[in-house]
């Protein structure tokens, strides 16, 4: 199995620009969860989904982010428009089932740079 | 809000040296206790997990030590090797809850030669 697969792996985008990134959860999986990764902030659980269903978006930090999951094999975080402060890396995990204890495994992240 | 702390943020241990991180945590509904590691351009990747009905689990060189009363657990790696250089992250979640995950800020460890 590939894992989690992540593009792009790094990005740099000017501020107020859109940025979109992309993730392929393991097949079989049924959640998949969005992480922001910072030296200030460590890892904070952006959304997850549950059979492709927004369960908590609680985490997304403000309107400008937006995620979606139209299958089971593909979901997209999209920042519109970008700021110096999104500035981050960004993870996708994915694991399976919705029981105690489940495994989460991660994708090699997306380095963005907002300018 | 806080609800995973974690020390020492950095940390430095000789080869064969043992290597202890804490962490503490908050919300008494936790029942889920991963330790993660992640090495530098990948993502973090399960290392060992406890669940609070016991005090200790060990797997290879890798022993967590949980406290339920005192709402504190670690991470000690004995006889620490360089290739254990890596960021730790402790986690915590709540039963039910699949892998919604509340993290510690991380802990980078060093281990020289």
């Known amino acids: 199995d590939a894992g989690v697969i992540q593009s792009p792996r790094h990005e740099v985008t000017e501020m107020g620009q859109e940025v979109t990134l992309r993730c392929k959860p393991i097949?079989?999986?049924?959640?998949l969860f969005w992480y922001r990764q910072t030296m200030m902030r460590g890892l904070e659980l952006l959304i997850y989904?549950?059979?492709?269903?927004?369960?908590?978006d609680s985490g997304m930090p403000e309107d400008r982010f937006s995620a979606k999951m139209p299958n089971a094999s593909f979901s997209t975080l999209k920042i519109q428009p970008s700021e110096p402060r999104d500035s981050a890396v960004y993870f996708c995990?994915?694991?399976?089932?919705?029981?105690?204890?489940?495994?989460?495994?991660f994708g090699q992240g997306t380095r963005l740079t907002v300018v | 809000q806080q609800q995973v702390k974690q020390s020492p943020q950095s940390l430095i241990v000789q080869k064969g040296g043992i290597s202890i991180i804490n962490c503490a945590y908050e919300?008494?509904?936790?029942?889920?206790f991963p330790w993660y590691q992640q090495f530098p351009g990948k993502g973090p990747a399960l290392l060992i997990a406890?669940?609070?009905?016991?005090s200790e689990k060990k797997e290879g060189r890798f022993t967590i030590s949980f406290n339920k009363s005192a709402k504190q657990f670690s991470l000690h790696i004995m006889d620490s090797q360089p290739g254990d250089s890596a960021t730790y992250f402790c986690a915590a979640n709540r039963g039910g809850t699949a892998s919604k995950l509340t993290f510690g800020t991380g802990t980078r460890l060093q281990v020289t030669l």
């Open positions: 919300n008494t509904a936790f029942d889920y």
């Open positions: 995990a994915s694991s399976l089932g919705t029981g105690r204890n489940t495994e989460a495994f």
């Open positions: 989904f549950n059979n492709n269903v927004p369960i908590d």
């Open positions: 406890i669940r609070p009905d016991v």
């Open positions: 097949s079989g999986h049924n959640s």
